[in-house]
């Protein structure tokens, strides 16, 4: 079986594009992806891509049109947050299958205006048929964080401290939608949004797209584009492993230690190998749980670990170096690969200011509601 | 590479379910398929779900929710017609891939009422930007028909004798939609909706499910199930090789070329050695025309091939022995996997009285507009 390799990567600058449509913003980030190998449209053989809001319309093949048709498959993979994440992942899958040697993944959104909240692509699925229906994703997360501070004393300054540093990390991102510093005393003043998070906790809800181009290792090596490749050492997806409709919040976590747990044995890595992580910061308490769901800190420490910094930027493991949902932004279907380019463009030594030093092990985490969680590790090929 | 046998499958009779959830229709075929082989989804190691109108909102993590939750990967796809075939192929990767031993894969949907038209997921793609956006698909379908009958002298007639068979098939299975005969005239003089295809030339808008269970070779051994197990020999999905917007519209078939071209490669066959076909009579006219492109017969012989019956049951090559989308029905996602829940049932020898005597290769074919087309053939293993 081949091991897979990212050749190229690409993602545009987040924001809000009103009426551009949506094949356009795909195809950016593609045509990124392409350019970033030195390869074209031609060189394809499959498209993935990853969308929620238009799952149903045919978003790659309308991307096709804008790159160039060339009658490759075309596949849509919608798993809500985790959309983009599952399309890298069937594409990798395709080739180590031998369907293709190389192929190209993409993640897109248009997320339109307001919070992330009922309306969203969770609640079309949970709600004709589960209590979850109910609860928007505000309130889930805020469950979430306040059965970790229940349990472990977390406080309101260590969840908003989250915010603080993903802000900082994001004026370093020229990709980020935003680049702004938000001190503490702003983001535990913003406007409350469902308690523990505040507006300023709160993911930033944005239009988006990130591509990637995949290969075997000996495609690559014919190609010549071993130089800055990335190997996937790791994939992982999960999904709820018990209906959360009668459980305390912080099992919605179990779907994450599921692909992680799976994500290092594959890669044959732990936690303490790892230099830097884009998580799923949806909300600014599911940074801290999901530290402890990824094992790079025991049950109950996550909050120790934020006050000591040791996930900023310098610190011992950066996470969302990139700014994170919190302030680069969450187009849900790019988000999945988003991540990737993060962790890749570290790996490469190419993230300027931003740079984690000496990086050599990658991980990428996205959950969405719903329920699918993707976990990648990437090392430098 | 192993190879991958389908060793379950499913499918409920097609119908009009009003408020009945999709989940639970979707778990209905995959239950279906599971009995089919003595396994529960305990035993599955990953699900594929395809559907088209409720892609965005996680329908394969609330079968699970119906099935029992086990925390496996979960896949949606949504491929507009293709949407059931893209997830069967999809699951069939992940077991080549080696990321799976036994997979579920289920297509759905609740298509509510009217004809198919407008306002389908096809228009929610093409609309946006493409000149397609102003043409429905029963115009696009009689275009086809029409540029057919242009260059080979096809008749109304001949259009007509496909519905005219495929509902004779549909009275003996009793999973079709209808099962009543609608002799010549009938379907002549039925309500005209877009020339040639009247009424009963179109397919028939119903909700429904369909199921398979994919397997390697070495687990289906270990378990036992090789006895009624079909091989899967080719499995070819593909897109436009061109915008459609200034072509004739049988360029529109260029799609299922490549695709079929790839299967009978894969499958080291060719159409004479195929024993019976499930195509995409979304419209009659698309039947006649598709013959051609699956190389059943040559350029401008299709209607000479209707006219001999030699797509009927008894004929050379039965064509939509199950009443096709015409008579048994087309539920988007569900269309894909109730094909090959078709030819697998008479490659099994268990389709009862319309078996297809000595089938040893079936083919199964959907072509999605907007474009994804999908091409299985499967043997008796």
Redesign the interface.
């Known amino acids: 079986?081949t091991d897979v390799l990212v050749i190229g990567i690409g993602m545009i600058k987040f924001g809000r594009f009103g009426e551009r449509?949506?094949?356009d913003i795909g195809a950016e980030a593609a045509l990124l992806a392409l350019d970033d190998c030195g390869l074209t449209i031609q060189d394809m053989q499959a498209?993935y891509c990853g969308n929620?809001?238009?799952?149903?319309?045919?978003?790659g093949?309308?991307i096709?049109?804008e790159l160039g048709?060339?009658?490759?498959?075309?596949?849509?993979?919608?798993?809500?947050c985790a959309s983009g994440a599952?399309a890298f992942r069937?594409a990798?899958?395709?080739i180590?299958?031998?369907?293709y040697d190389i192929a190209l993944a993409v993640g897109v959104e248009k997320m339109g205006k307001g919070m992330l909240a009922g309306g969203t692509?969770?609640?079309?699925?949970?709600a004709?048929?589960?209590l979850l229906g109910s609860l928007t994703n505000p309130s889930i997360f805020a469950h979430m964080g306040m059965e970790h501070a229940r349990k472990y004393g977390t406080t309101l300054e260590q969840f908003a401290k989250v915010s603080v540093k993903n802000h900082h990390h994001a004026t370093l991102n020229p990709k980020a939608m935003y680049q702004m510093e938000t001190p503490l005393e702003m983001v535990m003043n913003a406007e409350m949004i469902s308690y523990p998070n505040t507006k300023l906790m709160c993911s930033v809800n944005v239009d988006g797209s990130a591509a990637a181009v995949l290969c075997s290792e000996k495609k690559a090596r014919e190609l010549g584009l071993i130089g800055r490749a990335l190997r996937v050492r790791g994939s992982?997806?999960?999904?709820?492993?018990?209906?959360p409709y009668n459980q305390a919040m912080t099992d919605f976590n179990?779907?994450t230690r599921?692909a992680a747990k799976s994500a290092y044995e594959q890669a044959g890595v732990g936690p303490e190998d790892i230099s830097l992580i884009e998580l799923h910061d949806c909300f600014a308490t599911a940074e801290l749980v999901h530290y402890e769901n990824l094992g790079i800190c025991g049950e109950g420490e996550a909050g120790q670990l934020i006050d000591d910094n040791e996930t900023s930027l310098g610190g011992r493991i950066p996470v969302n170096v990139s700014g994170g949902l919190l302030s680069k932004g969450h187009p849900l279907g790019a988000t999945g690969i988003a991540n990737i380019f993060e962790v890749a463009t570290h790996l490469r030594g190419e993230a300027g200011s931003r740079q984690v030093e000496g990086a050599k092990f990658g991980l990428t985490h996205v959950c969405?509601r719903?329920?699918?969680c993707a976990v990648h590790i990437l090392e430098k090929a």
Chains 1, 2 share one sequence.
């Open positions: 079986m449509p949506i094949a498209l929620v809001y238009e799952a149903r319309s045919m978003v093949q309308r096709m049109r048709q060339t009658g490759i498959p075309v596949i849509n993979t919608a798993n809500a599952t069937e990798l899958l395709g180590k299958a031998g369907a692509a969770g609640d079309g699925g949970l004709p048929e589960g992982a997806l999960s999904s709820d492993p018990w209906t179990a779907v599921i969405g719903g329920s699918a």
